[in-house]
Nanobody, 131 residues
Framework: QVQLVESGGGSVQSGGSLSLSCEVS????????IGWFRQAPGKEREGVAV?????????YYADSVKGRFTISLDSNKNTLYLQMNSLKPEDTAMYYC???????????????????????WGQGTQVTVSS
C-alpha cells in the first residue's frame, strides 16, 4: 500500500522560509511523477512543482513559485522535499504531496497540470504566510 506522509508546515511571516518533507513508502514502480500541490480555501488544488524520476531528475515549477521554491528527491530516503523561500501571503494553503505513474502524461508540465490523475496523496500540511 502506497503511503505519503507530509511534514514541515507551519506559520511564517512574509519573506520567510519553510521546508516541507514527504516520506513515501510502498511504491514499487521505478519511474513515476511525484510532486507538491496546494489548495487554498475556496480555490481548486493546483500544482506547485513536480519531479519525473526517469532519466535523472526532471523538474517543473508553477510560474508563481519559480525562483523561490526548490523541489528535490532523496531516493535513498524515499523522501521528497520542498524548500520554500521568499514566501508570500498568497502561498498560504494546504500543501499535499502526490505520486503516480501518470501513463497518459508525456511531459513534466503536463504532470504539474494533471492534478486529477494522481491516485496517491498525502494528508496535507498547512502553510500560513502572514503579511
Amino acid at each position: 500500500q502506497v503511503q505519503l506522509v507530509e511534514s514541515g508546515g507551519g506559520s511564517v511571516q512574509s519573506g520567510g522560509s519553510l521546508s516541507l518533507s514527504c516520506e513515501v513508502s510502498g511504491y514499487t514502480g521505478d519511474t513515476y511523477y511525484i510532486g507538491w500541490f496546494r489548495q487554498a480555501p475556496g480555490k481548486e488544488r493546483e500544482g506547485v512543482a513536480v519531479i519525473w524520476t526517469a532519466g535523472g531528475t526532471t523538474t517543473y515549477y508553477a510560474d508563481s513559485v519559480k525562483g523561490r521554491f526548490t523541489i528535490s528527491l532523496d531516493s535513498n530516503k524515499n523522501t521528497l522535499y520542498l524548500q520554500m523561500n521568499s514566501l508570500k501571503p498568497e502561498d498560504t494553503a494546504m500543501y499535499y504531496c502526490a505520486a503516480d505513474t501518470l501513463t497518459p502524461v508525456k511531459t513534466a508540465k503536463q504532470a504539474l497540470e494533471a492534478v486529477q490523475l494522481y491516485n496517491f496523496w498525502g494528508q496535507g500540511t498547512q502553510v500560513t504566510v502572514s503579511s
